[in-house]
């Protein structure tokens, strides 16, 4: 049991680059639904444009305490969407808060403590990937 994050793949560049037809986006995450006779033509794999696991039970813990520590702040976006539990899913980070959480991982990054360093790293990832896809990070 863990804490994993996914940016799926933007649906207009998923149709073009595999040549597939788009019958649906999930409103909530962006996940495309691809039409059932074109769904063979794409390998699963390529739904997600990036898939992090950002730790488990303990690991998760752990952050959360160095990360509250750090940012002191009770309305942090990292401390209240993303490390409250080590297992939540469907919850989302949307476009619009990536600025916020960037913030707050500069400051993460500024203390340059190793064990944030995989969780920076990975969150970075994710960032990147939500802005270049116009997707939210999804916990799954």
């Known amino acids: ?8 793949r933007n649906a207009g560049k998923l149709a073009s680059t595999y040549d597939v037809k788009i019958v ?5 995450t962006g996940e495309a639904q691809v039409a ?12 997600v444009a990036v ?7 303990d690991e998760v813990a752990r952050l959360r305490e160095v990360i509250a520590g750090a940012l002191k702040d009770p309305k942090s976006i990292l401390m209240s ?23 707050e991982l500069s400051v993460l ?19 990147d990937a939500a802005e270049a896809e116009q997707n939210p990070i999804v916990f799954v």
Do not use: C, W
């Not at 049991?1 to 799926?8: E, K, P, R, S």
């Not at 080590?86 to 600025?99: L, N, Q, Y």
């Open 109 to 127: 990054m500024s203390m340059a403590d190793a064990r944030l360093d995989a969780f920076t790293s990975s969150m970075n990832e994710l960032l």
């Open 51 to 57: 898939r992090y696991r950002l730790g488990n039970l």
């Open 1 to 8: 049991m863990g804490l994993d994050a996914v940016v799926f």
């Open 36 to 47: 059932p006779g074109d769904s063979a033509r794409l390998p699963r794999a390529a739904l």
């Open 24 to 28: 649906g986006v999930d409103s909530q």
């Open 81 to 103: 969407k993303v490390l409250y539990s080590a297992s939540h899913s469907g919850d989302v980070i949307g476009t619009g808060e990536v600025p916020g959480v960037r913030r």
